[in-house]
């Protein structure tokens, strides 16, 4: 088992790391528009918000050395299922013809009152 943090991506708010490693497996915590420099959200708009997470996902699965093509997992918790579209537009456009397969679902609130956090699970191959 291997710890992954990364100095780029948004200290854990919680008892968690960033993400962990086993037999071949990352585990990503799910990630929100924490803006790793200096700890503020970005929610300016849900595409600089969706942009944020998928930095910050970026970041811990280029300290695993790991890419966006190792993901086989996604799920998305969305504030509200209005957001799909946008979100859904900007996901895709960290992804070269390598999907993974992915829930997404609306729920009653996410952490510090954000719109997106995304989670991912990530496999070396």
Known sequence: MNIVNSKHAPAPIGPYNQAIEFNGMLFCSGQ??????????VM?????????VMK???????????????????????????LF???????ASYFSNHYPARETVA??????????EISVTAARF
Do not use: R, W
């Open 32 to 41: 929100i528009a924490l803006n790793p420099e200096d700890g503020s959200l």
């Open 44 to 52: 300016d708009s849900i595409q600089n918000e969706t942009h944020q």
């Open 56 to 82: 910050n996902i970026q970041a811990i699965l280029n300290e695993a050395g790991l890419t966006f093509n190792h993901i086989i997992k996604t799920t998305i918790f969305l504030s509200d299922m209005q």
């Open 85 to 91: 579209s946008e979100v859904n537009d900007i996901y």
């Open 107 to 116: 729920v009653l609130g996410l952490p510090k009152g954000v719109h997106v």
